[in-house]
């Protein structure tokens, strides 16, 4: 790799504040950073909403490694939470293995500095003694001084509370889920609590239940009810997306019993006879997405001024509504967006797009805001950069199917080499944002194709449970069908035709090879490859997610093995690049050591790369430039270019 090359690579990984786990409390947005030079310390940060030249303030120290954990993908690790008249800053961290908290007021206008906008009331406190195990960060505050949340606490969810004028507590467990639950939340007094919960068997996005609890004065659960609705989920499996209270008896949510998460608005006026007092229900839309991580918003703000987010088709789209009635709908230029938040008629959020990086948004909507955010919102575009072009193709049982294509910037070579791309999850999707891979690919001359496979998401529940019993066969004869479309287009070179995979997609890539002549290598990144193994030794989150995508083990122990890369790796006689981190929790290195051997007898080409710090998904911009030149390098060779 060049020196331009290294360039490249580390422009792409932005050195601009990241502000990540974006919220607004009235005027302040909050967020966390990286703080120093390690990635392992962090802090979160304050500043006036919509003053882009305002100088951060750092609310908390170095002594914490702000993180969550649970479930093992985490999510959101703090919340921020507007308690008489104050901040209450809740976070988890890592160091002590414990919730802690601290009270902020607003410095007052006369007395403000250019980076305080702050003032701590209250030092931070550490709430709750360690415990081996792991908290989410969807907290509650109750009148009473009572703090609410969930933990996981050998391998099964718990709902506990703690006392906010108390330090070093043992969590005082008030429920015990039968299994997974989250996305605790409740109405402003905190007398109804609400979240979500889901056995083993299924996958929150597969089917899941909403649950209401009534809370007496002593901050015990008086009541609890589960919500059941004919017309929802009395006789189907549904799964619910984000239970947000927009008033004291009123709660928002989506839910995919229409085949599309659309909204749902709920009357908890009686816990004994929850009703519907509205459904929203449009095909095409998806008001939610499958729940890997804790603290995914589409929804945001009160009865008075409620902000939804729904994707549609390739764009996503921002929704106003005023006392349950939709006012307006906004679109934008993003491809994807995260941390959407509001406060009043206040919104922020981050977005992506296909030729920039993440953007920080920050709209009023209480001045004139046009119906397209395109005219209020700046972007700084990246130049020589290929466009996504949305394509639909014939896949597993001629199903339509949908890819983004990328072209490439320069020419290179009389045909362009494809690169096929399948991603993880494996209900995870591309949607079309800035991938500095791919560009990188583009500007050396490929063609790049990004295949959302049947079982991805964004299209749709039908689309998605396309995978169900057939992982390793829809989704590889997906990947199959479009490089041969492709090829067949006389688009791209038909003898340099490459797929890559990152873990579920690696399972995807190294069957793409097994099966079939058209890819002449792969490249993958922690890659599944022992169905039977990931059965036995994956982490509890994702334990019994191979009944829906493979089928139970006992009874369809065959397709575990003829399903699994390890077991047919000597039929594989083409070149593999594999890299897999030696700390991943989630797919064990020693599954990759195991066929290292085998793959480098079999072609001199293949190559296999163990890093010491990395696990399940690479952070280091030196293991991301180590991967981009031995990429070049494997390609050079195993094409012949």
């Known amino acids: ?35 120093g030079e390690s990635h392992n310390q962090n802090a979160i940060f304050a500043r006036p909403f919509n003053d882009k030249d305002a100088l951060p303030q750092k609310l908390t120290s170095k002594k914490y490694k702000i993180k969550n954990n649970f479930h093992g993908y985490g999510g959101k690790s703090y919340k921020c939470i507007d308690f008489k008249k104050k901040f209450y800053l809740i976070w988890i961290d890592q160091f002590s293995k414990a919730v ?135 006789n189907k499996n549904v799964s619910f997306f984000q239970p947000h209270w927009i008033s004291e008896k ?16 709920l009357d908890v006026s009686e816990i004994e006879s929850i009703f519907i007092k509205k459904r929203v229900e449009k095909n095409l839309i998806e008001y939610g997405e499958p729940q890997w991580v804790s603290g995914i918003t589409f929804f945001s703000g009160t009865i008075k001024n409620l902000f939804c987010l729904a994707k549609k088709e390739n764009n996503l789209i921002v929704e106003q509504y005023k006392d349950l009635e939709f006012v307006k709908e906004f679109s934008t230029p993003f491809t994807a967006v995260s941390d959407f938040s509001a406060f009043q008629k206040k919104v922020v959020f981050k977005g992506y ?67 096929v791309r399948a991603h993880s999850g494996p209900t995870s999707f591309f949607d079309g944002s800035y991938n500095s891979e791919v560009q990188y690919w583009t500007s050396k001359g ?15 529940k039908e689309y998605r449970e396309r995978l169900n019993y057939k992982w390793g066969i829809v989704d590889s004869y997906d990947c199959k069908a479009l490089a041969l479309e492709l090829t067949k287009s006389n688009l791209v070179d038909s003898e340099k035709v490459v797929i890559s995979g990152n873990s579920a997609g690696g399972l995807t890539a190294l069957n793409c090879l097994l099966y079939g002549s058209i890819f002449t290598a792969a490249i993958c990144k922690y890659p599944v490859i022992d169905l039977k193994d990931m059965h036995y030794n994956t982490h509890r989150f994702e334990k019994d997610y ?20 390890i077991n047919n ?11 897999h981190g030696r700390k991943d929790t989630v797919i064990s290195y020693k599954q990759t050591l195991k066929i290292q051997e085998i793959l480098i007898r079999n072609n001199k080409y293949s190559e296999v790369i163990f890093f010491e710090n990395e696990g399940h998904g690479f952070k280091n911009i030196e293991t991301k430039e180590v991967v981009m030149q031995k990429s070049q390098d494997f390609l050079k060779n195993a094409l012949n270019i």
């Open 100 to 234: 802690w908290f601290q009270i902020f007021k607003e410095v007052a206008s006369n007395d403000s500095s250019r980076n305080k906008y702050l003032d701590s009331v209250q030092e931070p406190r550490q709430l709750s003694k360690s415990i081996d195990g792991n908290f989410d960060s969807s907290f509650v505050i109750s009148e009473k001084n009572f703090l609410y949340g969930i933990c996981e606490i050998n391998n099964r969810d718990y709902l506990f509370s703690l006392n906010l004028q108390k330090t070093k507590q043992d969590i005082h467990q008030i429920k015990k889920f039968k299994n997974f639950a989250g996305d605790l939340s409740s109405n402003n007094s905190a007398s109804l609590l609400s979240w979500i919960e889901w056995d083993s068997q299924y996958m929150p996005w597969e089917k899941n239940e909403l649950f209401f609890a009534q809370i007496d004065f002593n901050g015990q659960i008086k009541k609890i009810k589960k919500f059941s609705h004919k017309l929802v989920n009395a």
């Open 546 to 565: 191979l009944n829906s995508l493979v089928g139970n083990y006992a009874k369809n122990h065959d397709d575990y093995i003829n399903r699994s890369p």
């Open 250 to 265: 009123l709660l928002v949510c989506s839910e995919d019993s229409s085949g599309w998460w659309n909204l749902l608005f």
């Open 446 to 460: 490929f063609f790049v194709a990004e295949v959302n496979y049947g079982g991805s998401s964004g299209f749709g």
């Open 353 to 419: 797009g296909f030729d920039f990086l993440s953007n920080l948004v920050e709209i009023d909507f209480a001045e004139k805001v046009s119906s397209n955010f395109i005219e209020e919102i700046n972007v700084v575009h990246i130049q020589d950069c290929s466009k996504p072009e949305s394509f639909w193709f014939k896949g597993f049982e001629d199903q339509s199917t949908h890819s983004f294509l990328y072209k490439p910037l320069v020419e290179n070579f009389r045909k362009p080499p494809l690169l």
């Open 1 to 35: 790799m060049s020196n331009n090359d290294k360039l490249k690579v580390r422009q792409n990984v932005s050195k601009k504040k990241a502000f990540k786990e974006l919220t607004i409390i009235r005027d302040i947005i909050f967020w966390i950073d990286v703080v």
């Open 569 to 579: 790796i000597n039929k594989i006689k083409k070149p593999i690049l594999l890299f």
